[in-house]
């Protein structure tokens, strides 16, 4: 596996160092991202050769399944390697006809923890991304001050941010100190589409990121089912023998010295792809012909 690390919490007395790239555990989930799924053991089984093959950030919420990746997490991996770092999120939950709505009112936050700490048989959460579609500034502050709060009772070691806006970045940074952005960015989504469904801010927050030296844990990162925008990664990938998958990875890290990839599956070849696809080199013809 490459030896490419990034330090979260740079800015802090107790950073952690994850390398890349991580594993996404949304997949790992039943039909719709609800559920248990459909070969517990497997996922099982592929958790730990993740670690076997030397990953150690894994990211994770008690809201996907619900419920289902934590304990999932726990059952293959506790007690936990002394290098491993679980990244959580808070701000939404699913709904019983499987809909995801918010969830950011302070006490609401503080339960969300709560469940991530239970589930996953921690006594504090090494990394927790704070995600709100908050209506006004106001609810936004409200839900960092819960936030850093807990991080203040020792709940929390690192506070992140998810689908973070600029201004709600903006808003953060002043507040408290970020150790990470997750956001939606890939080859084909790179900034925000009002028209996409997801509603989710991308790419235009990367600048900030390397700015105050934020690592950004891109999400949705393989978008190669997409239509269009991929027949320059098919050409480039047939030409180096990787597969799309892989080469898309490897754009994603010769963006940017604080990218942090978490391509999911539930195949463990894809899973060994995916982590080869670190050490992949893109030439700047390459990354030229790609756009």
Request: charged share 20%; glycine share 8%.
């Amino acid at each position: 596996m490459s030896n490419k690390v990034i330090i979260i919490g740079a800015n802090t007395t107790a950073p952690l160092t994850a390398r890349t790239p991580g594993y996404g555990t949304m997949r790992l989930t039943g039909e719709d991202f609800y559920g248990e799924p459909q070969d517990r053991d497997g996922a099982i089984k592929l958790l730990r050769k993740a670690v076997d093959l030397g990953v150690n950030f894994f990211d994770t919420a008690d809201f996907y399944g619900p419920g289902v990746t934590n304990k999932l997490l726990a059952d293959a991996l506790y007690p936990y390697p002394a290098d491993l770092i679980i990244a959580t999120k808070v701000g939404a939950k699913r709904g019983t006809d499987k809909s995801w709505q918010p969830y950011g009112k302070p006490g609401e936050l503080r339960k969300s923890v709560e469940n991530n700490l239970k589930e996953l048989r921690l006594e504090q959460l090494s990394l927790v991304h704070f995600g709100k579609a908050a209506s006004s500034p106001g609810d936004y502050e409200e839900g960092l001050e819960t936030m850093l709060a807990m991080q203040k009772e020792g709940k929390i070691l690192h506070l992140g941010l998810s689908n973070a806006t600029i201004d709600q970045f903006e808003i953060a940074v002043k507040m408290g100190k970020i150790a990470s952005v997750e956001n939606m960015f890939s080859y084909t989504q790179r900034v925000t589409d009002p028209a996409s469904p997801y509603g989710f801010q991308g790419g235009e927050i990367l600048p900030l990121c390397e700015e105050h030296q934020i690592p950004f844990i891109p999400f949705f990162s393989l978008q190669t089912s997409l239509p269009t925008g991929q027949n320059k990664m098919k050409e480039l990938a047939d030409t180096k023998g990787v597969s799309v998958a892989q080469l898309n990875i490897a754009w994603l890290l010769h963006q940017s010295a604080w990218i942090l990839p978490i391509p999911g599956t539930t195949s463990i070849q894809h899973l060994e792809e995916n982590i080869k696809a670190a050490d992949i080199l893109l030439s700047e013809e390459e990354l030229e012909f790609l756009g």
